[in-house]
C-alpha cells in the first residue's frame, strides 16, 4: 500500500477518499452518535453495521424527499 501511495495517481485517488468516505462515517459518529458497536463478535458486529448503513440510506432518502418543493 505505501508503494502504491507514493505514485502520484495513489496519491490523487487517496485524496478522494477526503471527499467521498470520510464524510459518511463523520456523520454516522458525529450526528448520529454511532461511535461504538453495542454487540460483541465480528458476525454481531457486522450486521450491526449492515443495519446503520442500512437506516443512514433511507435516512437521507426521506430527508432529501422532504426538502424537496411539493409538486402541483
Do not use: C
Not at 31 to 51: H, K, M, T, V
Not at 60 to 68: G, M, P
Amino acid at each position: 500500500m505505501r508503494r502504491v501511495l507514493r505514485t502520484e495517481l495513489g496519491h490523487t485517488i487517496y485524496q478522494q477518499r477526503k471527499q467521498t468516505v470520510e464524510p459518511v462515517f463523520g456523520h454516522t459518529k458525529h450526528n448520529r452518535r454511532i461511535d461504538r458497536f453495542q454487540r460483541r463478535g465480528r458476525a454481531a458486529a457486522l450486521s450491526e453495521w449492515r443495519l446503520i448503513a442500512a437506516t443512514t440510506t433511507s435516512q437521507s432518502s426521506t430527508t432529501t424527499r422532504s426538502q424537496q418543493p411539493p409538486v402541483s
